[in-house]
């Protein structure tokens, strides 16, 4: 498949929207599904995204190894689909922490500005 | 499913192409979310908005990675353990009620296959020049009179040059037609498809040649190019190349050695031109001198040949300058030139004058619309049978429902069924094509392989026809039976069959049907009388025991007179004549009339012919006025001239004796006047003709024997005048046609159209028969228990047959009062084109009525009779 080797290439960074999906999968581990994350996103960064965006997102995530899926309940409102549940995987918990790591390095080294 | 209020739900389109397209493995979460999204977004948005949003989102969830491929994609529209069980039920089904389902077959197919014919016909028709590779820029020369309007097809010598010299560009082809003899080791061989041409025939049309260099073949004198059938003829299997034959030619009297330069392929059977034997215009030239610089005599067939389709428009506006340039100031307004594309030349000539083009696009359209009209027949049939018989699959949809099966599955069923029906019908339909194809042939007199059956254009209409058909013919069908609530369904049948809207479709159906089968008869009815009208009128002579005798050889034409004394004394011969023109006859000469000078001004035409003194008499065509010839009086050889009533109608005389008129320059005196008589067929007015005693040896001269035998022993008179001829000329054999068949002859393509419309009409009303057959077997059937229990409580034959055949005795009656006007306003259009026509009475379309109405009884009657002394025991015993 294409996509797959594309997918691949891009290595295993970590895209900015790509850390803000998987930190919310990790806040809701298990729980955290399309709709779910597509709110939070919403309310805390206050940025219109489309459901499209979030599954395109959570699918690179998944090809990374940095989240696992499983088939979750479903209900009436989502005409009787069932629900994909994400939560992270180590390796998930490990690519933000190495994420966060290098910012706070960088953060450490930025001088104090006067605005 | 129906959980939440149907205006809350996502757009069905959207998520059905969601559905479609995404593949498995995401389509669920997908579509979930979508969903979830959508019912949040609904109660902050407007509904129309939130819609709109979702379609939008749909779209741009289908990223390529999460399409389907195509294999799931196909397995996704086609469950394939359902659709085989939908073909193993239809099967079943077919067979369980083979009665239905053979009449259904039966209709469909010879539907189908009177449709193919049609095509076929139709596709013939219309491939007529298209393969020549210049055909789009090719236009045939037609003259016109600006004033009147008519039109001719030949041209004269000089406006080839003419045409040359003022437009540079083009390249024009002309063919001189002209009789010829060829000599060959003893034998003779009369070739009427001879043509003078030269080397632009071969660039302007795609005729390819087998042997010979198509630029040099013509260009040398006495040259000839033979086609391979004649080539076959008179060499058999020798290279006839280089060879030199003793060609006779008519017309010019003289003998020419020609050379054979090349051998060209056969015309195909749809080309307009059709030739034998070609030879180099150069010697045509030179054997016709006199004619090189004369305006008047039309004897070519040209066609030329233009670099690009703009040049029509700018050719022909210099057209005039041209005409007066050559012809003298002023004749621009009598005579104009018209292009007449190539592909309009077979179908779109009706209005131009000749004889040798038989083509009709009126035909091509008649016929297309019986073929569609046949269809239609057909799959009505199919509809009307399937419907009526929804009583007794009623129960089955039920027991589907019931089990599960969704109304789209139960859709799905029924198309397969009609698809299976029409399937086979076309392979049935088929196989009937290919066995009556020689009788086809025969019916249209036309060549057509068979081979064309067999080719991707045809495959690809008859699954075209298929999809129609089976479409058509199923989906309604199709939609009733599974709209079906079950529980009705199981319920008791007969409670459907009196669901109003389906009765109410398939009685319009039946009339709709019927409606057709009376326009069709209506047709044949008024298409036969016409020609019936046209064979049997009276031409204003005696046709009967007349034959003529073509006297082709010109050494011959100048002892004209001692030939007509000879077989004058042949034993039968009761008069003998001679005439310039055969009877019947297209009338070869037309000459300038006048007789004041507003006529001169008008530039009128008057046929001309030249006959003896006794020509009246022989063939029985009275005087209105005045004298016969006398060729006693010198004067009547030189000066006199007979005209026919049309001619003295024409200039408005209330007597024309005595007067003097101009014909062809030259002043004659009108010594009588004869009652018009028809010298070719009732298709045509009788025109201006003026009669007059002609010497030997003009183009105009007598050149037909006109000969009233008596009625017994016919076979030795002919044989008799046969002998003298041999006497006579060594050149011609001796040649005859009796005048009553040459004129039936005549009517030959009317005649052919009238069996093709007549043959198609009966099939088509004899399919809606047996689809009337069917409905009314099934309507005996379901009311075989109302009949019973009438005829226990005493009910008459009489009141059971008129119960049960008062219904489509109405729907016929509703058929024929919406057919019948139809059908006389369309004929009677349809009979404009003949002069001479029959008025469409209304008791044809009242005879059309009363056929159709005696057919579907005959059809009925035996149905409703068995039902109406059936044992009602047999009926009720089950109850």
Request: glycine residues 6%.
């Amino acid at each position: 498949m294409i996509g797959k080797y594309e997918y691949n290439m891009k290595g295993t960074n970590l895209g900015e929207f790509e850390e803000l999906v998987l930190l919310v999968v990790g806040i809701s581990n298990g729980e955290a599904y399309g709709i779910s994350i597509l709110e939070e996103i919403e309310q805390r960064t206050g940025r219109l995204v489309t459901v499209s965006t979030i599954h395109t997102a959570l699918y690179r995530l998944e090809e990374k190894r940095y989240v696992s899926s499983e088939m979750g309940g479903a209900s009436k409102e989502r005409g009787g689909r069932k629900k994909r549940l994400y939560s992270i995987t180590a390796e998930g918990h490990q690519a933000l922490m190495n994420a966060r790591a290098i910012r706070e390095e960088l953060w450490g080294l930025m001088p104090k500005l006067n605005f | 499913m129906h959980g939440l209020p149907d205006n809350t739900n996502p757009p069905k389109w959207a998520d059905t192409l969601l559905e479609l397209c995404c593949a498995d493995r995401f389509l669920e979460e997908i579509q979930g979310d979508l969903h979830e999204w959508f019912h949040k977004t609904v109660e902050r948005k407007s509904l129309r908005k939130a819609k709109l949003l979702y379609a939008l989102n749909v779209l741009r969830s289908l990223k390529t990675f999460r399409l389907r491929s195509l294999q799931s994609f196909i397995l996704f529209i086609i469950d394939r353990t359902m659709l085989q069980n939908y073909f193993k039920v239809a099967i079943r089904n077919v067979f369980n009620h083979k009665f239905f389902s053979l009449i259904n077959l039966t209709g469909l197919t010879f539907g189908i296959a009177s449709c193919l014919f049609i095509y076929f016909y139709v596709k013939n028709e219309l491939s007529y020049d298209s393969f020549h590779q210049h055909k789009d820029n090719i236009y045939r020369v037609v003259q016109t009179n600006p004033k009147t309007g008519t039109k001719w097809r030949s041209a004269p010598t000089p406006l080839g040059p003419a045409l040359h010299n003022e437009f540079p560009g083009i390249v024009m082809a002309s063919m001189g037609e002209d009789p010829v003899f060829v000599e060959l080791q003893g034998s003779k061989f009369y070739e009427p498809n001879f043509y003078w041409t030269d080397s632009t025939f071969f660039d302007v049309f795609s005729f390819p040649l087998k042997s010979g260099n198509p630029s040099k073949a013509l260009a040398e004198p006495n040259c000839i190019v033979l086609t391979e059938k004649i080539a076959k003829k008179y060499f058999k299997d020798e290279n006839p190349m280089g060879k030199v034959i003793n060609v006779k030619i008519y017309d010019g009297d003289k003998i020419l050695p020609m050379k054979i330069t090349g051998i060209a392929e056969d015309p195909p059977p749809n080309s307009h031109i059709q030739f034998d034997i070609l030879g180099s215009m150069i010697s045509g030239l030179e054997l016709y001198k006199q004619f090189e610089n004369h305006w008047g005599f039309n004897w070519l067939k040209s066609y030329v040949l233009l670099e690009s389709k703009n040049d029509v428009e700018r050719i022909k506006s210099q057209i005039p300058d041209m005409i007066d340039k050559y012809l003298g100031e002023g004749f621009s307004e009598q005579k104009g030139l018209y292009f007449q594309p190539l592909k309009e030349v077979y179908l779109h000539s009706k209005d131009i004058n000749n004889k040798d083009i038989k083509g009709s696009i009126e035909y091509v359209y008649i016929f297309s619309i019986v073929g569609i009209f046949i269809l239609a027949i057909a799959s009505i049939n199919f509809v009307n049978l399937s419907t009526a018989r929804l009583t007794v699959r009623g129960k089955e949809v039920g027991v589907r429902k019931t089990v599960g099966a969704l109304k789209s599955d139960l859709i799905k069923q029924f198309l397969s069924e009609s698809f299976l029906l029409a399937l086979t019908s076309i392979l049935l339909a088929l196989i009937l094509v290919v066995l009556l194809w020689p009788f086809f042939i025969e019916l249209i007199e036309k060549e057509i392989a068979l081979e064309i059956l067999f080719s991707w254009e045809n495959l690809t209409a008859l699954l075209i026809i298929l999809f129609i058909t089976g479409i058509l013919s199923g989906t309604y069908p199709a939609f009733i039976l599974s709209a079906f609530k079950p529980i009705n369904a199981l319920k008791r049948a007969t409670s459907l069959s009196k669901r109003g809207n389906t009765n109410l479709m398939r009685r319009l159906l039946v009339i709709f049907q019927f409606g057709i089968s009376i326009f069709l008869i209506v047709g044949s009815l008024v298409i036969y009388s016409q020609l019936n009208y046209m064979i049997k009128s009276d031409l204003g002579f005696e046709k009967d025991q007349l034959i003529s005798v073509p006297v082709e050889d010109r050494g011959l034409q100048k002892r004209i007179d001692i030939l007509k004394d000879e077989m004058g004394k042949v034993q039968g011969v009761e008069k003998i004549t001679a005439s310039g023109e055969s009877l019947p006859s297209f009338m070869n000469n037309t000459w300038s009339f006048s007789w004041d000078e507003a006529s001169e001004e008008a530039k009128l035409g008057i046929d001309v012919v030249a006959v003896d003194s006794d020509y009246f008499e022989t063939i029985g065509v009275k005087l209105k006025e005045g004298r016969n010839f006398n060729k006693s009086f010198h004067t009547d050889s030189a000066r006199s001239f007979i005209l026919n009533n049309a001619a003295v109608k024409r200039i408005g005389w209330a007597s024309a004796l005595e007067k003097e008129i101009q014909v062809g320059g030259r002043k004659r005196k009108v010594i009588g006047v004869v009652e018009d008589f028809h010298h070719f067929s009732l298709k045509h007015n009788v025109r201006s003709t003026a009669y007059f005693i002609a010497p030997p040896g003009n183009r105009v001269s007598n050149d037909n024997l006109i000969i009233k035998v008596s009625s017994n022993d016919m076979v030795k008179t002919i044989e008799g005048l046969s002998d003298v001829w041999d006497r006579f000329s060594t050149e011609q054999v001796f040649d005859f046609k009796f005048v009553d068949d040459a004129y039936d002859q005549t009517y030959k393509a009317d005649q052919r159209f009238f069996m093709i419309f007549g043959f198609f009409s009966v099939i088509g009303i004899l399919i809606a028969c047996v689809g009337l057959f069917g409905m009314v077997v099934h309507m005996t059937e379901q009311r075989s228990r109302e009949v019973s229990i009438r005829k226990v409580l005493g009910a008459s034959f009489h009141s059971i047959v008129v119960l049960l055949s008062k219904e489509f005795t109405r729907l016929i009656a509703f058929a024929f009062l919406i057919a019948g006007p139809l059908a006389y306003i369309s004929t009677d259009r349809w009979l404009q084109q003949y002069p001479h026509r029959i008025d469409v009475t209304i008791w044809i379309v009242l005879l059309a009525g009363l056929l159709a109405f005696l057919i579907s009884w005959i059809t009925i009657g035996f149905n409703t009779i068995k039902a109406a002394i059936a044992n009602p025991v047999r009926y009720l015993r089950n109850e």
